[in-house]
């Protein structure tokens, strides 16, 4: 069946790329890809592991004047296969844009960063706990002609991402508010409420959080903040914030012609994942941590096209005594990854 339906998603789109309008609209589809694979070797333990950390896959176009698509798949995330997105589109006028499918949810802008893009062989804490969540619903966005906003926001579902069938007593709420180009200043905003996985023994959490990036030809500074409140029930807030820097200039190597390196902080306090226990508290599900990452990046670039060949140390601290699994503990990870 997969096979199937592979072979029929091709055959479709390779049909309709074969016609076209007078010149103004073309039905011709964009494919892209990303190869990431990663060695990780836990200096704690002396455990170490190979793994495909993504096998991406993804096709954009328009069906039909302002009517447009977006499937993106993973075929081998740490070994499984996800449908990520696979959403439709209308664009009524310029620059808004309306959207319904399976999506990203608007807020952390570091969790909306494609892994081709990412800075790091691993997400900071805050993307990775705080805002990764993909969701089926509808969201629109704005981009203004004027001045450099992007506004976006929607509803979805509270259920997993992997369940479209089953009611909802409750919506996930998301939205962001970009300013700047991608050179200089660029603050971003968001916030997000949502009941975890539509669990009928869960509380709502809500989210708000501050995102602030600067870059020229060779630097990038970024930090951010998040806020995330749990609503009617025992647990305190938890909080999380990073700062990196990343510093690269061109070289002339045989495999590379760019090379950058590269520095995060990151932490986060105590946190939940909002689902009551059978005595009906919410407990801690991740404890309070914080992390140093050093790394290197060698990278051969070529128009939007481009392959990474990362190294980072990641140093973990824990506040109370905790015997962490190797996956969130200290570790050197050396890594490839090709976007095409």
């Not at 971003?188 to 949502?194: D, P, Q, T």
């Amino acid at each position: 069946m997969k096979r199937l339906f592979i072979t029929f998603i091709a055959s479709s789109l390779l049909s309709l790329s074969s016609h076209a309008d007078d010149g103004t609209f073309s039905y011709k589809p964009t494919f892209h890809g990303t190869i990431r694979g990663q060695y990780e070797y836990s200096t704690p333990t002396g455990d170490s592991r190979f793994m495909v950390r993504n096998a991406r896959a993804s096709v954009s176009g328009s069906a039909l004047p302002k009517v447009g698509y977006f499937l993106q798949v993973d075929f081998c995330d740490r070994g499984k296969i996800l449908i990520l997105d696979a959403y439709a589109s209308v664009t009524p006028v310029k620059g808004l844009k309306l959207m319904a499918g399976q999506m990203r949810v608007p807020f952390d802008p570091d969790a909306a960063r494609a892994p081709h893009a990412y800075f790091f062989a691993n997400r900071s804490f805050p993307s990775k706990t705080f805002g990764n969540l993909r969701a089926v619903g509808a969201k629109a966005s704005y981009s203004f002609q004027k001045f450099p906003l992007y506004l976006e926001a929607g509803a979805f579902d509270d259920t997993d991402k992997s369940d479209h069938t089953k009611w909802n007593e409750g919506l996930t709420y998301g939205a962001k508010a970009v300013w700047g180009k991608q050179q200089g200043w660029k603050p971003a905003v968001f916030f997000m409420s949502r009941v975890p996985q539509g669990a009928a023994n869960a509380v709502r959490i809500n989210s708000s959080g501050i995102n602030v990036a600067w870059t020229d030809a060779s630097w990038h500074l970024e930090g951010e903040y998040i806020y995330r409140h749990y609503t009617n029930c025992n647990f305190d807030a938890s909080h999380a914030f990073y700062v990196f820097g990343n510093y690269g200039f061109p070289v002339k190597w045989p495999l590379a012609n760019r090379f950058s390196v590269q520095a995060r902080y990151d932490m986060m306090t105590s946190t939940s994942n909002g689902i009551r226990n059978d005595e009906g508290m919410v407990v801690e599900t991740d404890p309070h941590k914080h992390r140093i990452t050093v790394g290197a990046t060698a990278s051969y670039q070529r128009g939007i096209f481009h392959a990474d060949y990362r190294l980072n140390f990641e140093q973990y601290f824990y506040k109370e005594p905790a015997n962490p699994s190797p996956s969130d503990n200290s570790k050197l990870v050396a890594g490839v990854t090709v976007y095409f």
